[in-house]
């Protein structure tokens, strides 16, 4: 019989063996062995050097030439403008130590290649500087004069007259406007139609009518008449009107006006503007807002031609015009004009502000 030591012992044993298997004191070769998953190492990313960029070409080398652009009607395309713009083209070229390229084009494609980002000039109307002015930083540089000296002109402007009831520009909608074919187009309906325009009046849906007649004299004779509530006429030509009209009714038979009666009916409510170019235009105001004016060399802006560019060209383009010997020809044939004189941003603002209050878009006049 096992003694009291002996039970103590066998209890203690089955106590301790029960303890390791709990714990996990048993055979640990049986259970599997965890292996971290391997991870490849990752190359270290090294940056790729961009493709080499080639240099724009300067200004005036051959791959990217200073263009020269005049706009012109078909009837002046001539083999005697060609031939001047050539030589035009040849005298800056040599005288630049340039590339340029003198091209006769439109007012179109002017408008484009000036707004482009390309290295240019363009003789334009004004018309075509005001939208260039519009779309991206132009700058005038040249304008065309006409006339004999010291009698110069600058532009076209008007005298708009209107029958005596009639004294302000709003008053002709709903009225009658007449046109006469002794004026041309510029002063007989498209600076009369801004001016309109400028002061509220659409001439397209605004007024009642809009007549032609055949010259100056029956026109006259129809706003007296009261068939026509106003029409315009260059600076001078109203006066003169009122006597060719008299002359006109002065065989008629019965009762006709005189020079007092016309005069009574009809009187000016627009008069011109003055358009004497000056002498110099370093104390010149500019461009009346009622003045059409003529033709305008006019510079792509200035990212895309440097104004120390500009004013070599300007220079050139100027002693090209004024040659003694022939500076008369060239100016005749290429710009149609007598003189040119230098311009200014400023000299344009009365003419720009007439057109925006006008509401003008490019595609309403040409």
Not at 234 to 242: C, E, I, K, M, S
């Amino acid at each position: 019989m096992p003694t009291r030591r002996q039970t103590m012992m066998v209890m203690l044993m089955w106590m301790l063996s029960t303890v390791l298997l709990a714990c996990g004191g048993a055979d640990d070769s049986r259970r599997p062995t965890r292996v971290p998953t391997r991870i490849p190492p990752t190359p270290t990313v090294r940056s790729t050097a961009l493709p080499e960029v080639n240099e724009a070409p300067a200004i005036g080398d051959a791959e990217r030439p200073v263009m020269l652009l005049f706009a012109v009607p078909s009837d002046r395309k001539t083999s005697a403008t060609r031939q001047t713009a050539q030589q035009l083209a040849q005298h800056l070229s040599d005288s630049l130590a340039l590339s340029v390229e003198v091209e006769l084009a439109d007012e179109d494609s002017a408008l484009d290649r000036l707004c482009s980002g390309a290295p240019a000039l363009a003789w334009v109307s004004a018309f075509t500087y005001a939208a260039a002015k519009q779309e991206c930083e132009v700058t005038p540089l040249l304008a065309v004069k006409r006339g004999r000296s010291p009698n110069f002109t600058i532009g076209q402007s008007a005298e708009i007259v209107a029958r005596t009831e009639i004294t302000d520009l709003s008053q002709v909608a709903g009225q009658t406007f007449c046109r006469s074919g002794d004026q041309d187009v510029a002063v007989a309906w498209v600076l009369p139609a801004l001016l309109l325009s400028s002061a509220g009046v659409n001439p397209f849906i605004d007024l009642e009518a809009i007549r032609d007649y055949p010259d100056d004299a029956s026109l006259i004779l129809a706003l007296q008449a009261g068939e026509c509530a106003a029409a315009a006429f260059r600076p001078g030509d109203f006066d003169q009107a009122l006597l060719d009209a008299v002359s006109a009714v002065a065989d008629v038979e019965g009762e006709r006006p005189d020079y007092n009666d016309l005069k009574a009916a009809v009187h000016v409510i627009v008069p011109a503007a003055d358009t004497t170019a000056p002498a110099t235009t370093d104390q010149w105001h500019g461009i009346a807002a009622s003045t059409l004016p003529y033709e305008v060399l006019v510079a792509a802006p200035e990212n895309a031609l440097p104004r120390d560019l500009r004013a070599a060209l300007v220079e050139s383009i100027t002693a090209f015009f004024t040659d003694r010997v022939e500076g008369t020809t060239r100016i005749r044939r290429l710009l149609d004009a007598d003189g040119i004189l230098t311009v200014r941003s400023q000299h344009y603002q009365s003419f720009v502000t007439m057109l925006e209050g006008a509401g003008w878009r490019m595609a309403f006049f040409p």
